[in-house]
């Protein structure tokens, strides 16, 4: 058990609609992380969050966003959703200290969207 | 643009036997990990390497980190089936951000 909590654990849903993704990081964790991950692919980043404010962002499509509230739990709302969205979503925490060169991301257990 | 190559991209092979799966770059990293993930799972951090030239054991498996700090390997010796899994690697910058950068991952299937 890494600590990080994701849920729900699986989604169906049909093309068009919106759906909203929740994760919660590990205690005392102020970075979070969100990947996708298509069938037999390696984990592609989406953005990155630190302490309420987002820190970086990589192949994130417009239809998607995120955010982190103050209490450090994360959300990603991913809107328009085609049938390509379908994939695995996970979500990292980490410490993210600045100038830590080891900064370890744990990975919760992801949550499954599958577009019909 | 930092890009981290993994190969092989697939490997399978009986149990019993060694293998090695790579990870290089021609961009130089602060430090690199290495992730085992499980069908349905999120990967989950085996080793980070730091220091270039740098060795680390975990039971089975050995994990070298390139003297320039721009490749690294994950030897196993006598695969095992629940060495099963996909293996990635990620790349620490040296930007601020310190961000990962993940290699595609290398399916490996060990047979009984």
């Known amino acids: 058990d890494s600590g990080v909590t994701q849920t729900p654990k699986h989604l169906i849903t049909a093309t068009g609609q919106r759906v909203t993704l929740r994760c919660s990081p590990r205690s005392g964790d102020l970075s979070v992380y969100w990947y996708q991950q298509s069938l037999d692919q390696g984990l592609q980043f989406l953005i990155q969050y630190y302490n309420g404010e987002e820190r970086a962002k990589g192949n994130i499509l417009e239809r998607f966003s995120a955010q982190q509230f103050p209490d450090l739990h994360s959300e990603l709302n991913l809107s328009s959703l085609e049938l390509g969205d379908s994939a695995l979503y996970f979500c990292?925490?980490?410490?993210?200290?600045?100038?830590?060169?080891?900064?370890?991301?744990?990975f919760g257990p992801g949550t499954r969207l599958t577009v019909l | 643009t930092q890009l981290l190559e993994q190969s092989p991209q697939f490997l399978s092979i009986q149990e019993g036997e060694n293998l090695t799966v790579y990870c290089n770059s021609s961009s130089v990293f602060s430090s690199l990990q290495w992730y085992r993930q499980e069908p349905g799972e999120g990967p989950v951090l085996l080793v980070t390497?730091?220091?270039g030239g740098e060795v680390k054991k975990l039971k089975r498996l050995t994990f070298q980190f390139g003297d320039a700090r721009k490749d690294s390997s994950l030897h196993i010796t006598a695969a095992q089936p629940g060495d099963t899994g996909l293996y990635l690697c990620?790349?620490?910058?040296?930007?601020?951000?310190?961000?990962?950068?993940w290699g595609a991952g290398t399916k490996l299937i060990i047979k009984p």
């Open positions: 390497v730091v220091t």
């Open positions: 990292a925490s980490s410490t993210g200290l600045a100038g830590a060169s080891t900064d370890t991301q744990y």
């Open positions: 990620a790349g620490q910058g040296w930007d601020s951000n310190y961000q990962l950068i």
